[in-house]
């Protein structure tokens, strides 16, 4: 499909922040060939015109972790205390194939009406969530939680690291999804069982992504056992490198992020998340201070309860102003790279994504400025950050191909995916409300 959209404002997100007011972009088949003016346009008299509206258009969102397969859980025990050990491990026995195939499908369906066009996914099935991404049209990371007991899709405690043994061989050299390896956390997996999540990711060179620093107790385990934080004890089993994703890095001191540096890691920052547990505000202003790759993630629909970057952004700035007392702190411009071509290099896509420039995948998102909460417009970076919201996204392309347009999806059915997801909850609801009883 050869198009292009004009009558935008265009934030390329590249490494000068080039924007055009009134401007355009080509497209011809999956890739970017022309970023400039409006009179652009005329130059491509065949190709297909989106009229853009006066909207924003910018990179399609990158969100860098979360659970796909958990919109069952979501406004499950929101409000309980210690809610992963107490309700969610114990709750995800009920998880099906089946399940977990109609969340993603949800999942996706969501994200994508957010003008979300990549994610970093980790969660079991995830066979079947590869499955519906592709189809969905999405790019993804996409790796198979490996844990210390047994779950929904592994009978034996560990069984992820077989499933990652199949699962990745099948998926590598994908147009849209790469797979990878998910270790649960640092402290649900032994220094062995780590050691061979590492090895195997290494084997077929594909990246590695664990929750890290993100639990007191998780800290307190680390250091009565080995007088180490969990940053240095991942660094002393030698698994930390430029394709690890660590997940939060709350609780990171600054000894950690002095590691994280030095190995190349990048972390996937879910302040949504983190703030509605109680959890704290992840150091993101040290991390970026040192260099460290630092991406936006929602975490799971239940953690977080949105699947919106806008939401992210708009958390993000608020939170980190008020950690640091410092109303200048993270320029809205700083924060939608948070959710751009930061996180595209975070994990290794920018040669594909996260800005507006020729040679690089159409991966696009058009925020319309029709909306009551879109006028005026001063600073158009400030105007995506604190007053766009999800149902501001007209449009959302990857690989060139259209997902969304005019705010209804195009390949995909919102209504049908509740539909479907509500037919497979039955049992599940019953678990949940079982367990919910106890708490």
Request: include cysteine.
């Amino acid at each position: 499909m050869n198009f292009l959209i004009y009558n935008v404002r265009v934030l390329t997100m590249n490494a000068a922040f080039d924007e055009w007011t009134d401007g355009c972009v080509v497209v011809e088949g999956d890739s970017i060939v022309a970023v400039g003016e409006k009179s652009l346009s005329d130059r491509y008299p065949s190709h297909q015109r989106i009229d853009g509206d006066g909207g924003i258009l910018i990179p399609g969102l990158v969100n860098a972790h979360t659970h796909v397969g958990m919109i069952p859980f979501r406004s499950l025990g929101d409000d309980c205390p210690d809610r992963l050990r107490r309700l969610l491990f114990p709750l995800e026995a009920a998880m099906t194939r089946e399940l977990v195939r109609a969340s993603a499908r949800y999942a996706c369906c969501e994200m994508l009406l957010a003008g979300t066009t990549t994610i970093v996914d980790m969660y079991f099935f995830e066979g079947e969530i590869a499955k519906v991404v592709k189809e969905a049209g999405m790019r993804a990371l996409l790796g198979e939680t490996v844990i210390d007991f047994p779950v929904c899709d592994a009978p034996a405690p560990y069984g992820g690291l077989d499933y990652a043994a199949r699962f990745i061989p099948e998926w590598l050299g994908d147009e849209l999804i790469t797979p990878m390896i998910a270790p649960h956390g640092t402290n649900t997996n032994s220094p062995e069982k780590i050691m061979e999540a590492w090895e195997l990711a290494r084997r077929h060179g594909v990246p590695m992504t664990m929750h890290v620093s993100e639990m007191d107790y998780e800290v307190a385990h680390f250091r009565g056992k080995y007088a180490l934080t969990p940053i240095g004890f991942l660094d002393s089993l030698g698994v930390l490198d430029e394709y690890f994703i660590a997940a939060h890095c709350i609780l990171a001191e600054e000894t950690d992020l002095d590691i994280l540096a030095r190995r190349g890691c990048a972390v996937a920052h879910c302040i949504g998340a983190n703030t509605k547990s109680a959890k704290g505000v992840a150091p993101v202003k040290a991390m970026l201070e040192r260099g460290i790759p630092v991406a936006l993630g929602t975490d799971g629909p239940a953690s977080g309860n949105t699947l919106d970057l806008f939401t992210q952004m708009d958390l993000f700035a608020k939170f980190h102003k008020m950690a640091n007392r410092d109303r200048a702190i993270f320029p809205a411009r700083e924060i939608v790279a948070l959710a751009t071509i930061g996180a595209a290099k975070a994990l290794r896509l920018d040669d594909k994504t996260g800005s507006i420039e020729i040679g690089k995948k159409a991966d696009l998102t058009l925020v319309e400025t029709r909306s009551a909460n879109m006028f005026p417009i001063y600073d158009p970076y400030a105007t995506v950050v604190y007053g766009a919201k999800a149902a501001n996204v007209d449009s959302v392309f990857v690989n060139g191909r259209p997902l969304v347009r005019g705010k209804r999806l195009t390949c995909l059915s919102l209504e049908a995916a509740r539909d479907d997801l509500s037919a497979v909850m039955g049992d599940f609801r019953l678990a949940a409300d079982r367990l919910s009883a106890g708490l």
